[in-house]
T-cell receptor
Framework: AQKVTQAQTEISVVEKEDVTLDCVYETRDTTYYLFWYKQPPSGELVFLIRRNSFDEQNEISGRYSWNFQKSTSSFNFTITASQVVDSAVYFCALSGFNKFYFGSGTKLNVKP | EAGVTQFPSHSVIEKGQTVTLRCDPISGHDNLYWYRRVMGKEIKFLLHFVKESKQDESGMPNNRFLAERTGGTYSTLKVQPAELEDSGVYFC???????????FGPGTRLTVL
């Protein structure tokens, strides 16, 4: 079965704090892709990152970093020095053959 | 380059009525997907087109939902007759190839009263 679990429903932090959003996935596919999307209050889904199952290198993009660990089937997302503009719902997704499986999302509230 | 567009942005209908949602993918993207998010729940896959062909429609909830993609360009998703549980946000996405990132439209918020 394919499944993505985002156990954190909602997180609140104060600006400049670091925050990690957890994502755990299940798949029987040997080739798959993992994604993170951001959904700001305006509603659209904004692509953040894609990682394929053969590439376990961690990635850093500005204040964003991602930790992919196949051993624990996790693809966690860390925001360093959070800002109010980071407030949004963040979705982790798994791409099996032709389908995306989304987690239920984590709502991040960054307070000034 | 224009992104994925969806119309309408919001639709309010009564139970038993018909609604048609439209999605225009990014030009050149053969893959088009429909998803639905019911309030507070995960975004669920509905179906996937490759050009004008339905590649996978296993996520379609029942036969009240009909999706088409004429000529492999835009797609429509018709709900007939609508039920209360059909309320939610319907997202459309497109991609060039499987495994590539999917680019999402802004969604259509459907409210069935």
């Amino acid at each position: 079965a394919q499944k993505v679990t985002q156990a954190q429903t909602e997180i609140s932090v104060v600006e400049k704090e670091d925050v990690t959003l957890d994502c755990v996935y299940e798949t029987r596919d040997t080739t798959y892709y993992l994604f993170w999307y951001k959904q700001p209050p305006s509603g659209e889904l904004v692509f953040l990152i894609r990682r394929n199952s053969f590439d376990e290198q961690n990635e850093i993009s500005g204040r964003y970093s991602w930790n992919f660990q196949k051993s624990t089937s996790s693809f966690n997302f860390t925001i360093t020095a959070s800002q109010v503009v980071d407030s949004a719902v963040y979705f982790c997704a798994l791409s099996g053959f032709n389908k995306f499986y989304f987690g239920s999302g984590t709502k991040l509230n960054v307070k000034p | 380059e224009a992104g994925v567009t969806q119309f309408p942005s919001h639709s309010v209908i009564e139970k038993g009525q018909t609604v048609t949602l439209r999605c225009d993918p990014i030009s050149g993207h053969d893959n088009l997907y429909w998803y639905r998010r019911v309030m507070g729940k995960e975004i669920k896959f509905l179906l996937h087109f490759v050009k004008e062909s339905k590649q996978d429609e296993s996520g379609m909830p029942n036969n009240r939902f009909l999706a088409e993609r004429t000529g492999g360009t835009y797609s429509t998703l018709k709900v007939q007759p609508a039920e209360l549980e059909d309320s939610g946000v319907y997202f459309c996405a497109s991609s060039q190839r499987w495994g590539n990132e999917q680019f999402f439209g802004p969604g259509t918020r459907l409210t069935v009263l």
